[in-house]
């Protein structure tokens, strides 16, 4: 079984859409989450940390159920320039600082 | 201004012959990462430093080899790449290695192997 597993898609979206990836991850020691943002041969770019409590940045939320090590992030409104792979990232435990990353799941937001 | 810089941005290198992939910093950042990103699957750590501390992922074949003279550089080496070797490289720094430390990367270097 894969540490993080995401639904590779892809999702193709109308603009104005809402669309929502999700992402399990099976260390119940990880402690920290996040999803980043990947465009065609670039580097991942962090999107948003991710917090039990759940957490807003705009059109975006991400939440985190740790019963069920399971992670979402919702998009609303889709824009054109929101097509790109969003990578689900866990933090492992203990000191090392290593992330350990999901496939990723390929958003294509059409016209 | 990049922080986190990688050169080259795109490498080709022949089956068999040593490569050297670099990355510097001017964050003064106690730690650097690297990571291997084959096409269309996720980012893979294959070793750290914290300082001059050095972390090899357990996977990680013996190929593949890194370097920090200073607290600035790091360089991937691989001595003898195969066709598999093919990927974007990714370099990376944090401050610490705690949690929710931010991770900086760098814009990658992408290998062909011919």
């Known amino acids: 079984r894969k540490e993080v597993e995401q639904d590779p898609g892809p999702f193709n979206v109308p603009e104005g859409a809402t669309v929502a990836f999700n992402c399990t991850y099976s260390n119940s020691a990880s402690q920290s989450f996040f999803w980043y943002r990947q465009d065609c041969r670039k580097e991942p770019k962090l999107l948003m940390s991710v917090y039990s409590s759940g957490n807003e940045d705009g059109r975006f939320t991400a939440q985190l159920n740790r019963a069920s090590q399971y992670i979402s992030l919702l998009i609303r409104d889709s824009k054109l320039s929101d097509s790109a792979t969003y990578l689900c990232?866990?933090?492992?435990?203990?000191?090392?600082?290593?992330?350990?990353f999901g496939q990723g799941t390929t958003l294509q937001v059409k016209p | 201004d990049a922080m986190v810089i990688q050169n080259p941005r795109y490498q080709v290198t022949q089956f068999g012959k040593p490569v050297t992939l670099s990355c510097s910093q001017t964050?003064?950042?106690?730690?650097m990462y690297w990571y291997q990103q084959k096409s269309s699957q996720a980012p893979k750590l294959l070793f750290h430093?914290?300082?001059?501390?050095?972390?090899n992922e357990a996977d990680t074949p013996d190929n593949f080899q890194s370097r920090r003279p200073n607290t600035s550089f790091c360089f991937l080496d691989i001595r003898s790449p195969g066709l598999g070797d093919a990927a974007m490289y990714l370099c990376a720094t944090s401050r610490e290695r705690v949690i929710n430390e931010k991770l900086f990367f760098g814009s990658g270097t992408q290998l062909s192997v011919l």
């Open positions: 990232v866990v933090m492992e435990g203990g000191n090392t600082g290593k992330l350990i």
């Open positions: 964050l003064n950042h106690n730690v």
């Open positions: 430093y914290y300082d001059k501390d050095f972390n």
